[in-house]
């Protein structure tokens, strides 16, 4: 482990908008049952680019949300892969 607060700091955000992205999924699944306002896509696929992609991942999997859409089918697990080569090379650099 490590006592770097740059890390710390960053851990911090990835948690932050994982929950936050798979919470968004199961409340506009919900709005959308009910036939509600719903929360934009936009803001869906930038909740992913700003950390929370597995959390997204994980919403529309869980909540068998947006599995239609290839915006998101294709886009959140691109957007994970990206964000997962950019940790690689910061970690071997």
Not at 64 to 73: G, M
Request: proline share 4%.
């Amino acid at each position: 482990m490590t006592d770097d607060p740059m890390m710390i700091l960053f851990a911090l955000w990835v948690v932050f908008w994982n929950l936050l992205a798979y919470l968004m999924f199961w409340l506009d699944k919900q709005y959308a049952r009910k036939d509600m306002w719903r929360i934009p896509e936009k803001t869906l696929i930038i909740s992913a680019l700003l950390g929370g992609s597995v959390g997204a991942l994980l919403g529309m999997k869980h909540f068998r949300h947006k599995t239609k859409h290839p915006k998101f089918t294709l886009g959140i697990p691109a957007i994970l892969i990206v964000q997962a080569v950019c940790i690689a090379v910061y970690i071997i650099t």
